[in-house]
């Protein structure tokens, strides 16, 4: 069983179409960060939320952490062939350096 | 300031050799994890490392794998008698001393195939 489960696991779309991809835990996390990963390459770091309830925006890629901060998500508006992708996520909990992360969604964007 | 550099991008190995992965983090990084991934799946922790220092290898299988990060040089990851099933892609990342939330910043990885 992962402690972060990420939903949908695959998902394909046409270009310009808005999505959302989820992170969720029964369990807390004191930060959680998101990381896009192409074919070939290591993941990248995208973002991190350490607020309950925070939002932030990177250009046209919003990521919400849940007030109880156990979920997270990442919607992205007018999706472009170059956000393909494996999207990860990852949490830290309190007192534990170690990252936990979640089997990622595979993001393709059709032009 | 240069990234987390991995090398080499990819080897081939066969069975029962070595196979030796090198990682060097990122200028003024002195934590260094390693992770395996597998085709189409998410990232496995196998061990974190400071200088000099092995933190936590939970991850790493018993037999035949060990890491090293020595005070000089890169970050090693060493698989003795490699078999088909350690064909995977390994990531190298590095944090900072006081890394804020924990934040990695990975290398480009290196695919090992085992033939």
């Known amino acids: 069983t992962q402690l972060l489960e990420q939903s949908p696991q695959f998902l394909s779309i046409q270009e310009g179409e808005n999505l959302t991809v989820y992170c969720n835990s029964s369990?807390?996390?004191?930060?959680l960060q998101w990381y896009r990963q192409e074919p070939g390459e290591g993941p990248v770091l995208l973002v991190t939320?350490?607020?309950g309830g925070e939002v932030k925006k990177l250009k046209r890629l919003t990521f919400q952490f849940g007030d109880a901060r156990k979920d997270s998500s990442l919607h992205i508006t007018a999706a472009q062939p170059g956000d393909t992708g494996l999207y990860l996520c990852a949490g830290h909990m309190d007192s534990n350096y170690q990252l936990i992360w979640g089997a990622g969604t595979k993001l393709i964007i059709k032009p | 300031n240069a990234g987390v550099m991995q090398n080499p991008r990819h080897l081939v190995r066969r069975r029962g050799q070595e196979a030796r992965l090198r990682c060097s983090p990122m200028k003024g990084h002195s934590h260094v994890y390693w992770y395996r991934q597998l085709p189409e799946e998410g990232l496995k922790f196998m061990v974190y490392l400071q200088k000099e220092n092995i933190i936590d290898e939970s991850g790493m299988p018993k037999e035949r794998f060990s890491a090293e990060f020595p005070k000089e040089g890169p970050s090693i990851l060493r698989i003795q008698q490699v078999v088909r099933g350690d064909s995977a892609a390994y990531f190298c990342?590095?944090?900072?001393?006081?890394?804020?939330?924990?934040?990695?910043?990975f290398g480009p990885g290196t695919r090992l195939t085992v033939t």
């Open positions: 939320v350490v607020t």
């Open positions: 990342a590095s944090s900072p001393p006081s890394g804020e939330w924990g934040e990695q910043y």
């Open positions: 369990s807390v996390f004191s930060s």
